[in-house]
């Protein structure tokens, strides 16, 4: 990671203002999008892409046409499929808006956060007992295709955050017990497996997974479990928690990085899996106070600093990339950069820099005129479709989380 000077953090008018804009887009724009998935959510892109699972010689003839359109005609996703809700961009949408309802006081945030959270509560998987959701499209995956709606852990506690951060503003039993309802889900609908100590358990990564070892789905669900046995005083949520978090951490590499999964395929570092394993492990640490859970986060800022980050000082989408990739920056990567550092910045002071640095970063070269977010710097250009769960709605929320921070502080953010 570069040395070079940093550029000054912006400060809270700066943050309003992209944030204002940003809204006014939304506004206009509609809270439906494509997707980076939208390649592979229709009938012929996902056909390919089994394909590809099944036979990798035959399978890259039939999704070369979509990765080169990716990689220098991003815009031609709208020919795979349409524009679709997605929960977890409704989830960080209504986490946003509380920030910003919490730093300006304006009612019409929290009216926009609360019709977020009322679009979740339709969106729900069908046909669980539970509150739950999963992707709003057919996931093809290595190990076969997911239907639509199949509720994944990766979700669920955005959501869980998104009713606990708007029950502090707007009180009500119903966001309690929708809450209630997700914690039961998570610590029963989700299978947990023996680890490599006895203290340690994986869990799965939704209702059909019989093998766990994905390692941001243990981490998601140690911080809701961990956070519910607060708001509910149960106490086996904790120890459920506590078996997911020695997994956690007795999964990361001598290096300070966590790989993907444990099974020996998906051994790569990217950057925002990093980033959701160590924002989970941040706030239970901050619920907690876990020493052990620090010391895992000391090793991992130090590596996170210095394999994640490209000679410019800006996230990079992996350490050692697994695969070619079209594209150099991500928006998603940004988001969870900033995210991070804001949950990490109190306790660990070097995460300061990066904050600021890609902060600057977004705000000078990825907003766009209409106020909606770049979506990828490509090798040749950029990828300007916005995707409300690949970066838009990520973006917001870290923007808006800076924003109420700093505005509790109205001297300049850096």
């Known amino acids: 990671m570069t040395t070079g000077v940093v550029a000054a953090g912006p400060d809270h008018a700066e943050l309003a203002d992209t944030l204002g804009a940003f809204e006014r887009w939304l506004a206009g724009y509609g809270e439906t999008s494509w997707d980076h998935q939208s390649y592979f959510a229709g009938g012929y892109g996902g056909w390919a892409k089994q394909l590809y699972y099944r036979s990798p010689k035959a399978g890259i003839l039939a999704v ?4 080169l359109s990716e990689a220098v005609l991003p815009g031609a996703r709208r020919l795979f499929h349409r524009k679709i809700r997605f929960p977890i961009a409704d989830a960080h949408y209504a986490m946003g808006f509380a920030f910003r309802f919490a730093d300006t006081k304006e009612p019409s945030h929290l009216t926009h956060a609360i019709h977020f959270l009322e679009e979740l509560k339709r969106s729900r998987a069908p046909g669980h007992e539970e509150y739950c959701w999963g992707y709003p499209f057919d996931w093809v995956t290595r190990n076969g295709t ?17 009713f606990w951060q708007v029950h502090q503003h707007n009180p009500r039993d119903e966001w309690l017990a929708v809450m209630a309802s997700m914690a039961r889900h998570a610590y029963t609908a989700l299978k947990t497996f023996p680890a490599s100590s ?9 209702p059909y997974d019989n093998k766990g070892g994905v390692l941001n789905a243990s981490a998601y669900r140690s911080f809701l479990l961990t956070s ?4 509910f005083s149960e106490a086996k949520y904790e120890k459920a928690a506590e078996e997911n978090i020695a997994f956690v ?16 395929v998906r051994d790569f570092v990217d950057h925002f899996h990093t980033c959701f ?11 907690t106070g876990n020493p052990e859970i620090r010391a895992a986060l000391d090793r991992g800022t130090s590596y996170y600093l210095a ?19 079209v594209y150099k920056r991500e928006l998603y990567d940004c988001a969870e950069c900033i995210n991070l550092c804001l949950v990490l910045r109190r306790e660990f002071p070097r995460m300061e820099t990066p904050l600021q640095r890609v902060t600057r970063d977004i705000l000078e070269h990825w907003v766009k005129r209409d106020g909606s977010f770049r979506s990828r710097k490509l090798h040749l250009g950029w990828d300007n479709v916005p995707m409300h769960r690949w970066g838009q709605s990520q973006m917001f ?3 808006a989380y800076y924003a109420s921070e700093a505005g509790r502080n109205p001297s300049p953010v850096a």
């Open 249 to 264: 951490l007795d999964n990361q590499n001598a290096d300070g990085s966590w790989f993907y999964a444990t099974d020996g």
């Open 198 to 206: 006895p203290r340690a358990r994986s869990c799965a990564y939704g």
């Open 228 to 231: 519910a046995a607060r708001v």
């Open 146 to 162: 997911l239907a639509r709606d199949t509720p994944f852990i990766t979700t669920l506690p955005y959501v869980y955050e998104a």
């Open 277 to 287: 394993v160590m924002k989970a492990l941040g706030k239970i640490h901050a619920l």
């Open 397 to 399: 929320r870290s923007l």
């Open 64 to 67: 070369a046409p979509m990765i």
């Open 307 to 325: 394999n994640l980050f490209d000679e410019d000082g800006l996230p990079k989408p992996f350490s050692k990339a697994p695969r070619m990739t």
